[in-house]
């Protein structure tokens, strides 16, 4: 009884094709996802996601920041993706980051990216640990890079990066009213 119940419960349930693993029909033509490899994103508390197009090498730099050695971190990337050389007239750089988050156990993947007339829609999922699964007690930022022919139109991330919280939390959108 409980099987059969449960069973009919999931056949029941509509396709969301709003989520970012179902592309659905109007998503437009993949995109050869050439290779991936993790990114090196800020374990701060607090630290914000971030979606980034790098698009040459000075935009690498950018992404880095200018405290680290660049050309090491070029280097260190190509290493992961086992790749000798980025050719920034051909091929960009897709980086999506999922924030900070409390604990370990985390994972962000890029499911995919779709070409749609001058735009370029890239699909991904953060993937939470269960609830019965072991983790690190510590910051983490999940983070995945990828490599694809590059696109001079518009970049889209689906879903758009989380909007960062303000303080603790707070929703510091408002201004407090002295006549309360």
Known sequence: MFVSLTVAMVLAMPADESKPNN????????VKILCRATWRASRKPGAAAQQ????????????????????AALDNLKMQMKVDQIDWQKQML??????????????????????KGDTLTVRW?????????????????????????????KVVFDPPAPKPEGKR????????????
């Not at 592309?23 to 033509?29: C, E, L, N, Q, R």
């Not at 698009?55 to 992404?63: I, L, Q």
């Not at 930022?141 to 694809?148: D, S, W």
């Open 52 to 71: 980034l197009v790098i698009r040459s090498e000075a935009d690498f730099a950018k992404a880095v920041g200018a405290g680290n050695d660049a050309k």
């Open 23 to 30: 592309p659905g029909k109007d998503a437009g033509t993949p």
């Open 94 to 115: 897709i980086v999506v980051t999922a924030g900070a988050q409390r604990t370990g156990g985390y994972r962000l993947e890029i499911l995919g990216a779709f070409a």
């Open 125 to 153: 999922k953060l993937h939470a640990p269960k609830p019965t699964d072991f983790v690190t007690m510590a910051f983490t930022h999940p983070a995945e890079t990828v490599l694809v022919e590059s696109t001079a139109g």
């Open 169 to 180: 939390g707070k929703d510091n959108s408002k201004k407090p009213d002295p006549s309360e």
